[in-house]
């Protein structure tokens, strides 16, 4: 079985009626499953998390995305969060038996078919980008719905699919291969800031660090400590394991403990099977002997 | 979502038909997923994994067992096992969501349901023992088939369900919780049996080691190395990175190092689960918050 993950961010945060409408374009579809969907008012944006094979995904994240397009006018569109699209933005990423070039190939099936079928621009980012001014979203969404009229004129700007010209309701929208993104926060025990930011800088990409760790410090106020905040955006290339021991060594130099660590919202089981991998220093072991993944795999199989 | 796994042992290893025959009644069951059966001619014996949610796991055992007794007269059976029924024992086994004595009480009923409807004598084992000599498996079955019909004379065999006297064909059965079995290897940078020797007695319940595991050294003649080989018996309480560290500490002590380990067969997540939860000293961690896991609940809810 093949699984691919997809968070398609809709420019709509209050009215009910139209987010269950988007909702429920994936709802009619077999094979995929939302996991979780949430609105911010203030934002006026909704952000949908969807599970399924291939094929029907990419199914179920056109119709939402036709579906969202009849029902959201960005001429009308206020919030806080910067938006360009009325769907704004649809990454995806590769959770079980895809690679990311299956998965890049997808993103540019998909994002033909909303250029063609929709008459939306699209634009391929991340590791899907056509070019290296692509990869990064906020990049793209310079200038937001109101100023791509004029953006997208601009040669480097034209869109990867579709018209040269924006959806006068629906704006335009950014589709893109990406890695599952793994919220990890390390809590130490000192209530020294001056250490959270010093290991947060000695693990980040930004300042010589991993390749694919944000990081910040911050004060855990109630608790008296504080914690090295993270997104590990690439937890094969760069895995839990590493920037973990890499923490507590760093600790260490400052007489610091390591007193706990949390993983904020989903992790894939094979970010967590590396884990025990490497501890454990298993020889062959890999994710499809995990009881419940096997019970998946037959539940899908069946269907 | 609840799941139960059993692994129903049945004195059949040699016609398909009848294997076939078997299996296919839980086949015909919603929400039971067959994982893996496999048959031993020498033996005459056939090992089928299930997993399903409680109710329709019970219904699909209690058919198995109704058909085996149709299928299998053990008067006619020979084979190298011991086995004293036709359906020869039934370990249920709490994978997700359920306690130990929501295990033992489903036990009981299925005890109860076969005793009363197939009028085949049931002897609870394991954590559903009704008395410490019926815990072990081996006390119970000792006398096979053919000494039963004396054996369940006896005041203290006297069955926990069904008749007090033995099936004519499908003769007794032992059902009861138990549970999942993990077996983990260890591979040792040595070619000295004595140093794994040595270690799996360190760690082995039976010699003064942690209470649920079973070890022994032996030689990988290829690889010129050592391996304790182990079932842990209860993952749970006794964990799989604790008796890793111990090991690792013992061969320390001997110059040698850990070069390998390796878990046969399946895995259930929570066991994973607890080896991440050790090492990254994680806060609040459980399995609901796997990517895959979460899929499987959404599945299982949708039907």
């Known amino acids: 079985m093949k699984l691919v993950e997809s968070v398609p961010n809709f420019s709509e945060g209050r009215r009910k009626e139209v987010i269950e409408g988007i909702v429920n374009e994936a709802r009619k579809i077999r094979r995929v499953w939302i996991l979780d969907y949430s609105s911010d008012p203030d934002h006026n944006r909704s952000v949908v998390t969807l599970v399924g094979e291939p094929e029907p995904l990419l199914e179920a994240l056109f119709k939402m995305t ?10 009308k569109h206020t919030g806080e969060h910067p938006r360009m699209g009325a769907t704004d933005v649809i990454p995806l990423v590769p959770i079980m038996n895809v690679t990311k070039d299956e998965c890049i190939s997808l993103s540019r099936i998909l994002g033909e078919r909303i250029g063609n079928e929709l008459n939306i621009p699209v634009y391929l980012y991340e590791q899907s980008a056509t070019s290296p001014t692509r990869e990064n979203l906020s990049n ?16 480097e700007w034209k869109p990867d699919f579709g018209p040269d010209k924006v959806h006068p309701s629906a704006g335009v929208v950014a589709v893109g291969c ?17 250490v959270a930011k010093k290991i947060a800088k000695a693990v980040r990409h930004i300042s010589g660090g991993f390749r694919y760790v944000k990081a910040l410090g911050f004060k855990l106020e109630e608790r008296k400590i504080v914690q090295v905040s993270m997104n590990l955006t690439n937890f094969k290339k760069t895995p839990i394991h590493r920037v973990f021991e890499v923490i507590k060594l760093e600790a260490e130099r400052y007489g610091v403990p390591i007193v706990g660590s949390e993983i904020v919202g989903l992790i894939p089981l094979n970010a967590l099977s590396s884990v025990a991998d490497f501890y454990l220093r298993l020889e062959k072991f890999d994710s499809s002997t995990v009881l419940e993944n096997k019970i998946l795999q037959k539940i899908v199989e069946e269907e």
Chains 1, 2 share one sequence.
């Open 66 to 75: 036709k579906k969202a397009a009849e029902l959201i006018d960005l001429r």
């Open 140 to 155: 793209i969404r310079k200038g937001e719905f109101e100023g791509f009229s004029e953006k997208i004129k601009m040669k």
């Open 178 to 194: 990406r890695e599952f993104l793994i919220a990890f926060n390390v809590n130490l025990g000192t209530d020294n800031i001056e």
